[in-house]
């Protein structure tokens, strides 16, 4: 799983790296702690309603990390949904309906991950590390997207669209598999296209396409321990 990450470009930096037509006015801070239920930068592709037949262009946004499918009744759920396991994403009513036209892609610099031992009093011990792509020196987290609106009576006025999203996760693989059994699911550049695309429309044979192709990615992470997680600033990434 990935409940702490870390993302310092501005939306004017993510959209020039991913290629986006369009960066929204929306403010995007640099955090070196972003937590579920904060506002994250998201990529998504998406084709004018007016226009069916236009050519998809692609967005830099903000979203709620934590998605809420748009039947939820509450923005709330007693369930985590910052993370959906690619093993049975399609099968899941929380996510299924956004597999099929709602993909994104979470950006990063880093995340960070907690490895477990037992320590000498037989109690666990967390030590949490910062982990990188020192290659692309950008993660691009597969991640799914969902509108929700809160219900409202008849004639009453409902409140705004709320943008909600999630990222994929799978079994680990490669130097961080030693630190612990789950990984976000990384794209690398040649997939991004295929993952965003609304046109293509998507099932668990595209999940399992793109976990095959993050492989390479999570081949090549590096980690370092760090020190507890306590607020927010560059400090948290320095290794200890």
Not at 45 to 54: C, T
Not at 122 to 150: C, M, N, Q
């Amino acid at each position: 799983m990935c409940g702490r990450y870390a993302n310092t470009k501005s939306g004017e930096e993510l959209g020039a790296y991913f290629e986006a037509d369009e960066v929204d006015d929306v403010a995007m801070p640099p955090s070196w702690n972003i937590a579920p239920t904060q506002q994250v930068p998201v990529v998504v592709d998406r084709v004018p309603k007016d226009e069916p037949d236009a050519m998809p262009s692609r967005l830099v946004t903000t979203a709620r990390w934590s998605l809420v499918p748009r039947w939820a009744t509450e923005l709330t759920s007693k369930y985590p949904t910052f993370n959906a396991r690619s093993e049975t994403v399609t099968e899941k009513s929380t996510f299924k309906n956004a597999v099929v036209r709602s993909r994104a892609i979470l950006p990063a610099d880093g995340y960070y991950e907690w490895h477990t031992v037992t320590g000498a009093s037989g109690k666990p011990v967390k030590t949490p590390h910062y982990i990188t792509d020192p290659e692309a020196g950008e993660l691009a987290f597969a991640g799914l997207y969902s509108w929700w609106r809160a219900p409202v009576a008849d004639g009453a006025v409902p409140g705004p669209w709320v943008l909600t999203a999630t990222m994929l996760t799978r079994a680990a693989h490669g130097p961080a598999a030693s630190i612990h059994d789950r990984s976000p699911v990384m794209l690398p550049r040649e997939v991004w296209d295929e993952w965003l695309d609304p046109t293509v429309e998507g099932d668990q044979s595209l999940v399992d396409m793109i976990v095959a192709e993050s492989d390479s990615v999570l081949e090549r992470l590096q980690f370092h321990a760090v020190a507890p997680l306590r607020g927010d600033g560059p400090e948290l990434v320095e290794p200890v």
